[in-house]
């Protein structure tokens, strides 16, 4: 059934116009015809996720309401039918024949670190790797390239399946002696060094351990090479840093990358002064591939307060714009850094750390709030989860104004169920990632048990109580494939398919749902549901385009969802990325 995807949508009921060309109509700059268009341009489902009478679906399942775009300056001059498109045409415009692919609102991924992005891109990538072998078996072949006494990077080795078996320093020192090397965890919350990087760094048994973090010692007191949580931070300040040129080519090239896989716009969670001026001076240059929504991290309180002199961007339309705070409650669950309620299920005794215990400011915070800012706070565990709802709820009663600012928990991932109605209660957006539930369910519930799994990765019990939610990747902690976040958004299930049936099915969404939670939503947790995020007349000319049609697949076969492929990616009405 999967020639489905590829019908041309002209004949089919429900099409709409969205703009009647006349004489008096702009020629079209590029116009895109014999497409499958879905607009977005019908209602939200109900929390349970049926959905809207409006909504192009009907006995015969999914339809597109539209086959054609016509992009003038920027900005969407007509959605409708091939036939009227054509009417826009003159000898100055572009004319694509899509022959069935769906065109979608530009795809945004609210929540990544794309100079990490690019540094992974750049850099040596562990992602995948299963074992301890096969990593330094990929450091020794990268050392043999390099010069004696450089610095070998690398991240992408996954903490949370790991924690069982983390390794120490010896066989990467024993292989790799002449280079310092440093290896982070996938999400950032462990970090593996050699012996030569801990000399390198200083760190020995009288290194002051950071509030919130742990270093493991071996059997002679020396620390055996292995951080987590906050101590990440020891090694990763011992690195040297790389050259302004090096992150600029590293965010330019994450910034490609996300182009290439159709993202229009990308929230970039937790920037520092070096990085919000290297964003600048691109915009500035005007060499910005796609929009970037800055959220510039707490940790930084000087420069904060610098922020919190000039106050938030209040603009929408520039390529850059910082009008978001990020801030860190607690760790992640996969080291056991994650604040729980009660103790971790296979760790009696411990739960994790959260708070001013890791490095939350909660004063500043809230002069960020007043200031006019969105806060996006991190929280992972059910006890962080409750402690940022908490703090929220009380800059909002002590001062009212701050309430409307569509603050974010970023990641949400374990909440208790008296919690779960809060975030719609008090207008907190969900800032979540499907993907994190499909890489974590081999050992999160051996890490909660299954009464709190239950309200774990829980987006329809979110749903449900009208929380407003909004997906993303946490790149390059995640795959930030919008095939594979689609698919496990709507299946639970992982690239291999597994399990049958869906993990926890019960909290899937439907496909209208997971496609409005990458475009339309995430417009929203941007302040840009004005511009963006559904396609028409009048709006930004941001789009993708993709060779599959994830409504028909998602009941007919949504596996193949999986092997999507991005065919182009259009920003400000130019093309940013084509196939």
Same mark, same amino acid.
């Given at each position: 059934m999967k020639h489905l995807i590829f019908l041309v949508a002209a004949a089919l009921p429900g099409l709409?116009? =969205?703009c009647a060309p006349d004489v008096q =109509? +702009? @020629?079209? &700059? #590029?116009? #895109?015809i014999n497409a499958r268009v879905y607009t977005l341009d019908w209602g939200d489902p109900a929390p349970?996720?049926? #959905?809207? !009478?409006?909504? !192009?679906?009907?006995a015969r399942g999914w339809h597109p309401d539209a086959d054609a775009v016509v992009v003038t300056g920027g900005e969407i001059a007509f959605v409708g039918s091939s036939a009227a498109a054509k009417k826009y045409q003159d000898e100055s415009s572009r004319v694509v024949d899509l022959a069935g692919a769906t065109i979608l609102p530009g795809l945004v991924d609210s929540h990544v670190h794309v100079f990490g992005l690019g540094a992974v891109l750049e850099g040596l990538d562990l992602t995948d790797v299963e074992t301890e072998e096969e990593a330094v078996a990929l450091v020794v072949e990268r050392a043999r390239s390099m010069p004696e006494g450089e610095w070998i990077v690398g991240q992408g080795w996954d903490e949370g399946a790991w924690a069982n078996r983390y390794p120490d320093k010896s066989l990467l020192s024993e292989a790799v002696p002449d280079h310092p090397v440093f290896l982070q965890g996938l999400h950032s919350f462990a970090g593996w060094a050699n012996q030569l990087a801990l000399d390198v760094a200083g760190i020995t048994s009288d290194t002051e351990v950071p509030v919130g973090g742990e270093i493991r010692f071996g059997a002679d007191g020396e620390p055996n090479g292995l951080f987590l949580n906050n101590a990440v931070q020891l090694m990763r300040h011992a690195v040297p840093p790389p050259s302004r040129e090096t992150y600029t080519q590293e965010l330019l090239s994450g910034l490609n990358q996300m182009a290439a896989d159709g993202y229009v716009t990308v929230h970039d969670a937790g920037l520092g002064p070096l990085e919000m001026s290297i964003l600048e001076e691109l915009e500035a240059e005007g060499r910005l591939p796609i929009r970037v929504y800055a959220m510039i991290s707490l940790g930084y309180e000087k420069f904060i307060r610098e922020w919190l002199? +000039?106050? @938030? &961007?209040?603009d929408s339309d520039s390529m850059l714009v910082t009008r978001a705070v990020k801030a860190y409650y607690d760790g992640a669950l996969g080291s056991r850094g994650a604040w729980l309620l009660d103790d971790y299920s296979d760790k009696a005794g411990h739960r994790g750390v959260g708070g001013e215990n890791y490095g939350f400011n909660e004063d500043l915070n809230?002069?960020?709030m007043k200031a006019g800012f969105q806060v996006g706070i991190h929280a992972i565990g059910d006890a962080g989860n409750r402690a940022a709802l908490d703090i929220l709820e009380s800059v909002f009663k002590e001062d009212p104004s701050t309430a409307g600012n569509r603050h974010r928990i970023e990641h949400a991932q374990v909440l208790h169920p008296d919690d779960i109605p809060r975030f719609g209660e008090l207008g907190i957006i969900a800032s979540m990632e499907p993907a994190h539930a499909m890489e974590d369910k081999s050992w999160a519930e051996d890490r909660l048990g299954p009464e709190r799994i239950l309200g774990a990765y829980a987006w329809r019990s979110l749903r449900e109580t009208n929380a407003a939610l909004t997906f993303n990747s946490d790149n390059p902690g995640s795959d930030h494939s919008i095939f594979y976040g689609l698919h496990s958004a709507i299946t639970r299930q992982d690239k291999q398919q597994e399990p049958e049936g869906g993990w926890y099915a019960e909290q899937a969404m439907n496909a209208d749902e997971a496609v409005r939670a990458y475009t339309k939503w995430s417009a929203y947790a941007g302040f840009r549901e004005d511009e963006t995020g559904v396609i028409e007349a009048g709006r930004w000319a941001d789009l993708t385009v993709m060779d599959i049609d994830p409504f028909v697949l998602s009941e007919d076969s949504p596996g193949d969802i999986l092997h999507g492929r991005i065919l182009m990616t259009i920003v400000d009405g130019k093309v940013v990325y084509e196939r």
């Open positions: 709409i116009t =969205s =109509s +702009k @020629p079209g &700059d #590029l116009i #895109l349970d996720g049926t #959905l809207m !009478p409006g909504a !192009p679906r009907d002199e +000039k106050g @938030p &961007d209040q809230a002069q960020a």
